[in-house]
């Protein structure tokens, strides 16, 4: 199966702009997750989507951060406007099923580098 | 605070020599962790899980060990390759929780 592909691989910009990140999850899976992970550390959820629905948005910093799932499939988080401690890759994830369930591992993308100079 | 962390930020071992990656983690109420794997530019790889009510676990040359007594995790790898090199985290998912909690992960590098 293909897996979750996520774009732009890299992208560099200026504190104070805007960016914007785009996940494609496997086919099939309800559940959708955007997670960020700073140089050196584990991912730390931002964003979980069950369907087009959020689920959990609670560690999202909604000042700056919005993310949608139009339709249930494809995702896109934006940041606006971005500082230098967004610096991090972003990652996204997919789920068959509800939540993280005993063999329903979640399933990652490659993820966007994103340096805010 | 509760946290899901690691024993050994590095691990260097010789090709073919058994792998041993520890993790320790705070919240019991954990009910099911998961060992990633995560190469240079990738995102992290499934490896393998297991759930709280069980010991121990196998797939193709890993073992997961979980003691609930001492909360304490460990991926085993056998005959360590070369491919084996990369970060590994584990993660735990908190019984009432929908995701998944991150350690900062330990770096093996095999020799070869």
New interface residues.
Partial sequence: EAGVAQSPRYKIIEKRQSVAFWCNPISGHATLYWYQQILGQGPKLLIQFQNNGVVDDSQLPKDRFSAERLKGVDSTLKIQPAKLEDSAVYLCASSAMAGQAYNSPLHFGNGTRLTVT | GES?GLHLPTLSVQEGDNSIINCAYSNSASD?F?W?KQES??????II?I?SNMDKRQGQRVTVLLNKTVKHLSLQIAATQPGDSAVY?C?E?RTGA???F????TRLTVIP
Avoid: E
């Fill in positions: 899901v099911y998961i990633y530019g990738k995102g992290p790889q499934f899980d759930r985290f993660a998912k929908n995701n998944l991150f350690g900062t992960g």
